[in-house]
């Protein structure tokens, strides 16, 4: 991802909650202190197929808005 | 070679306390720089006795520690040693550690950020092992030895000072162990029916040489009925069947640790050591049936389809994939107990021998004296 986002491309990684530090961290170790975390609700193992669906939900308004500022 | 004090005026190599150990211990656990327990004030003098056995630049990287990418230099790495408590003559064992850890293969990246439990568990082989009086007998996984005590705990310290495992931010282990405050053991050679581990990974039995593999804690094997080779392994095998273990799902290689009385009876029973991997991956199999449904429709079915697409419940699902995945080492003192030691699973042990600067295996640590 931060070899992406190194090209210009707009990137981001998508974590929960307990992760964000960790992601944070990396994305300062790998050279992209600014790469976007995209935040989904905890946790992401042991999800019916419906709740996977639940935190795509989640996901898609940022990913968009994302996208989006990229074009501004 | 630069000197140390040259070294120190760099930035942020060195930092002003107090000449006091309470102060340096409160500036330690201030800047998260420590395992919980006290610390050793790693003062320069202190610091230039741990470098006095390492024969590579003091100032250059030996390895990149994830998952913070932090340089292991051997600076910080001998600062780490001298707050552990190691002896001088620890001191390459502890960078071979180090080296061993940060290659590809062992995947230390995952090995500290995983929430999986795992711990760099260091096995030591060779004439280094009598020389550094590291335990190989009762307790060789306990306290009570300061090499095995101190060269684990430097390890871990440089693991989280140098390579940024800090609990909930590089170390994300939903548990932890107690063997991620130390974590080293040696091969009970003498004790040992069978070639060594270093042997069989390569290397001459002249050679010391480590083998790191990220861990699990000891899962023990009770055994003080069976009087037959097949007898101890088919409990070990027993053992080793866990529909929980991380090693399920990879190309792993779990650790199987024979006590030397174990051993003794299987290799009195004409077994080798390939021999008996054979049998324990024969013999370590799990029904399908015994994982939830759940695993067996979003897991087995789909990851591994060619073999369990459509099976019934009494397929078998190896614990290792190929007999060859295994590891035997023979450690410890009289008992009649065995340990399996499964591993984090994505990640595959690495050996390496205590080798000077010119490339020869080392005779002594005090090779690597200046």
Redesign the interface.
Known sequence: MSELRKRGLQAAVICSE??L??GK??AR?FGVPDLPLLLIPHPLGGLSLEQVEGRAQHAIPQVVELIKTSFK | MTDLSTLLKTQGASLEADDDFDAVNALMRERGWSDGLPIVPPTAQRVEQMLAYCDRPWGEPIAKMA???GEATPLRLAANAVMAGCRPEYFPVIMLAVEAMCEEPFNLYAVQ?TTHLCAPLVIVNGPVVKELDINAGHNAFGPGWQANATIGRAIRLALVNIG?AIP???D?STFGAPSKFSYVAAENEAQSPWEPLHVERGLPKEASAITVIGAECPHNVNDHESITAEGILTTIAGTMLDAGANDLYYDAQPLIVMGPEHAKTVADGGLSKAQAKRFLFEHAHLPLGRFSQENIERRFRVTWKERFATAGPEAPVPMVQKPEDLLIAVIGGAGKHSAVINTFGATRAVTRALKTRDGRYAKSVSDFRK
Do not use: D, H, I, T
């Open positions: 307990p992760f530090k960790l961290n990396q170790v | 998952p913070r990418y950020a940024g909930g931010s590089g994300m």
